[in-house]
């Protein structure tokens, strides 16, 4: 087998004939066959992969081809690929077949990237362990006893258990950064508005995002680089020039103010996370970066105002689903009432009936100033701590979970535990500024640790820079060590 670091890196050694792509894809279809357990999967492309594989090759031989040639991606499946089903996890979508294709798969389609196929999730990206999922839960590849993490579990198992290059999954809440994290990977939120939303399925509108699982950073900020832009057929995409991420990628970062919340490291963080954390944290002040200590202190707020305000708009956003406009009928009723009835109470999982109730209640007469209203009224001020805490630092530094992976059916009967597993990563939504997952370890049961960089708006470059020196720090100071 070949192997490479980097996307870039796979690209020469196809220009250099060192590498085919087709036995490239072949390789990758063969371990998602081999590792069907996970159960990551929902539809696999062999044909068209592999005949993309050949025409893409030609196109890097012949210098023709674009910036994400030859990589092989996988894209959760709450996005749009026309003509290729779309459930969404739910039942209630088990036969709806995508009609048009979500800008940012498209994006990644004309520069060349070979999509292998959809991946499990969360029914409608609503959970933390992937285990609310009709085509049942993903398990995680370094141990299938444990959870991947959720929403986008599926996307992330992917990627570890290397049945692609990359993976696309969505974060409303955390759902690209925790399974990250859970997986041992990179995993990029971008800036609310930076990544189109068209073609995604909504959950929460004004908090979903789009964003890249990678194994190297170079990864991440290539894919950021292909995926960010103005979309004018998503109504908040934000009209602004895109930064070059590769390249900014190369300059010194050591400058950078790094702010250490003192909130994120209160009670009820893991030992052994917070143990790994402080390492990394030394190693770079060793690299001459400045630390300070900073203050958020709605943070408590966070997990109740992200699920009061995402309860409410997937409340509305999954209206549509009622056997009519959308979804499976049931075949029983007999009436209006009883189609809409039925065919919610059919098709539809706990997890999200649990969510439209609560979330229907929220909004209704005499609820919604005690409940919505004051929910935006504190989204505003957990915006404005953020907001004075950048004043001060460039880039956050934070755990990304407060504990490892957790272990299939531990916490799914109890789901204001799992609300509580968030409580690193709401803020980052509700505030819509940037979040990285970086990989630094792994505790003692071999599960991996993960550390989460925050970012201004837009401050897509800092968290990649620093999250760059992290994950090479490890190398550096084992060469440091070894040399002295
Ligand atoms: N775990 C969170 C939730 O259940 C986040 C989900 C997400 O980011 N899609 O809502």
Redesign the pocket.
């Known amino acids: 087998m070949v192997i490479y670091n980097s996307i870039a890196q796979k690209i020469e050694l196809v220009k250099t004939r060192q590498l085919s792509l087709t036995e490239n894809v072949q390789s990758f279809l063969n371990k998602i066959t081999a590792s069907a357990e996970l159960n990551a999967m929902t539809e696999v492309f062999p044909d068209e992969a592999l005949s993309a594989a050949s025409r893409i090759e030609q196109k890097i031989l012949s210098g023709t081809h674009g910036k994400l040639a030859g990589a092989v991606i996988a894209v959760k499946d709450v996005l749009s690929l026309e003509g290729k089903k779309l459930t969404c996890g739910s039942k209630i979508l088990d036969n709806f077949t995508a009609l048009y294709t979500a800008t940012t798969i498209q994006k990644l389609i004309d520069e060349d990237a070979i999509i292998i196929g959809k991946t499990n999730c ?1 029914e409608f ?4 362990s992937n285990e609310n999922s009709a085509h049942g839960p993903v398990k995680n590849p370094i141990n299938p006893e444990y959870v991947p993490g ?3 579990g599926g996307s992330a198992a992917a990627l570890a258990a290397d049945f692609c290059d990359i993976a696309i999954g ?7 950064r ?1 399974p990250a994290s859970f997986c041992g990977l990179f995993g990029l939120k971008p800036t609310y508005s930076l990544v189109s939303r068209y073609g995604l399925t909504a ?1 929460a509108s004004s ?2 995002s789009v964003g890249p699982f990678a194994n190297s950073i170079e990864d991440i900020a290539l894919c950021l680089q292909v995926l960010a832009g103005f979309d004018e057929r998503d109504s908040t995409s934000a009209q602004r020039e895109t930064p070059d991420y590769v390249t900014g990628l190369q300059s010194q970062s050591n400058s950078l103010v790094i702010g250490l919340p003192e909130e994120y490291f209160a009670e009820g963080l893991n030992e052994e996370v917070r143990g790994a954390i402080e390492e990394k944290i030394a190693q770079l002040k060793n690299a001459g970066y400045t630390f300070k200590s900073v203050n958020l202190p709605m943070t408590k707020e966070a997990i109740a105002v ?2 009061i305000l ?1 309860m409410a708009e997937a409340s509305s956003n999954l209206a549509r689903y009622d056997g009519a406009r959308y979804g499976e009928r049931s075949p029983e009723a007999v009436n209006l009432d009883e189609m809409y009835q039925m065919s919610r109470s059919e098709n539809l999982g706990a997890e999200v009936k649990r969510r439209i109730m609560l979330g229907t209640y929220i909004l209704s007469a005499g609820y919604y100033d005690a409940y919505y209203k004051k929910a935006q009224q504190v989204r505003r001020l957990i915006k404005e701590d953020f907001e004075k805490a950048f004043s001060e630092v460039d880039v956050l530094l934070t755990p990304t979970s407060p504990f490892t992976a957790f272990k299939l059916g531990e916490k799914s009967s109890d789901p204001l535990a ?2 509580l ?2 409580i690193y ?2 803020s980052a ?1 509700l505030a819509g500024i940037p979040g990285i997952n970086i990989p630094i370890g792994k505790d003692a049961k071999g599960l991996p640790i993960g550390l989460q960089l925050l970012g201004k708006e837009f401050g897509e470059l800092d968290i990649l820079k620093v999250g760059k020196a992290i994950a090479e720090s490890a190398v550096e100071s084992l060469t440091f060590g070894d040399t002295q």
């Open positions: 969360d990206a609503m959970g933390s959720g929403s986008s969505t974060d409303t809440g955390g759902s690209i925790q959950f908090f979903d992200y699920y995402t799992m609300y597993s968030d990563t709401t939504n």
